[in-house]
């Protein structure tokens, strides 16, 4: 490793070891699957360390350590497949749940929706299988997670700090860039159909979000509420794009669902039993769609009223003066040489 800040060192390290335990702990689950919550819980914990990678990059400078980016964006792209299968199929179960036994126009569509869904989660499950094999066999996690404990070994055993005035500087540079960024992306929202600009707003959202939970502890917990509070427009920009995945994935299974029929039957005639339920899921996540932007919009605006940023900005200076003054106390303390 490059000569960097044991400090930063040291976070960099106890947070991805942390993050190591909970994908570790859940990847057998992953492989069973016969519960949808490891698939959500492991997908996290790779998000949560490809934002660790990228942002303590000069911590690990190694040749080995060069390719853990890419092969945890592969797990990560393909827990998120997953995932987002897994999502959709409970959503259809509870709307199917909700219809009324006797619905004979839309149950048929919905039921078929259902169908092609669990298809394409069984179909995923052997990509999800292969990309854990790979990692296995190349030993990466192995290799990432024995890395980080080393490290830290080597850190507590010199009484390290998990926090200097190096550290705050740095993760507050980190913060503000990331700040930038989602600043950029929130004019998507003077357009409501600005569908790439909100899902652009929604990634720069969670990158920041986890920098401020990468960095909360350099800061003694003080970032907390700012981080519940990007929790919550997190979820709101996700819930907006899940709607328009959905509109634009609905328009294109009513195309193959009805060339399907004519190749079939030879005609399209079976497909209009399957047309109205199919409409009728599209149009209640378009409708809800607009519900969530509005919510979406209130909380983003309320960030402003509320001079949220302003605050953010004075704790993240009010943490550098706290431990520049402590490093002044400490120096006056030392006993002469």
């Known amino acids: 490793m490059a000569a960097i800040d044991p400090s930063y060192r040291f976070l960099a390290c106890q947070y991805l070891r942390e993050q190591f335990d909970i994908l570790l702990r859940e990847l057998h689950g992953v492989r069973c699957n016969e519960d949808r919550e490891p698939v959500h819980q492991a997908r996290v914990a790779s998000r949560r360390v490809r934002a660790a990678l990228s942002m303590f990059a000069d911590c690990f ?49 919905v039921e078929r929706l259902l169908l092609r869904l669990r298809q394409g989660r069984e179909a995923l499950q052997s990509e999800v299988v292969a990309t854990l094999d790979k990692l296995e066999k190349a030993g990466t996690l192995a290799e990432m997670y024995g ?53 652009q707003m929604r990634i720069a959202a969670k990158k920041l979000r986890y920098t401020l939970e990468i960095s909360n502890r350099a800061y003694e917990g003080r970032l907390e509420d700012f981080i519940d509070a990007f929790k919550q427009v997190q979820s709101l920009l996700g819930d907006v794009h899940d709607c328009d995945v959905w509109v634009q994935n609905l328009d294109g299974l009513l195309e193959q ?46 960030l402003d009223a509320e001079h949220f940023w302003n605050a953010l900005e004075d704790t993240l200076e009010q943490q550098d003066a706290r431990t520049d003054a402590r490093k002044e106390e400490n120096e006056e303390n030392r006993p002469a040489q």
């Not at 490290?151 to 507050?172: D, E, K, M």
Request: glycine share 6%.
């Open 61 to 109: 400078k190694t040749k080995k350590a060069a390719k853990w980016p890419k092969r945890i964006k592969k797990l990560t792209r393909e827990l998120g497949a997953a995932r987002d299968k897994d999502v959709q199929i409970e959503f259809i179960e509870g709307f199917l749940a909700a219809l009324d036994g006797k619905d004979k126009k839309n149950r048929p569509g």
């Open 147 to 199: 890395e980080m404990e080393r490290t830290l070994f080597a850190l507590r055993s010199h009484g390290t700090a998990l926090s200097s005035l190096f550290v705050l500087q740095a993760t507050r540079a980190h913060i503000c860039d990331k700040k930038e960024d989602l600043m950029a992306c929130a004019r998507s929202l003077d357009d409501p159909e600005d569908a790439r600009g909100h899902h």
């Open 257 to 302: 669902e009805r060339l399907a029929t004519v190749q079939y039957f030879g005609h399209s005639q079976p497909f209009h039993r399957l047309k109205p339920g199919l409409l009728f899921v599209c149009e209640d996540r378009a409708k809800h769609r607009r519900q969530a932007f509005g919510e979406l919009r209130e909380c983003w605006n309320g």
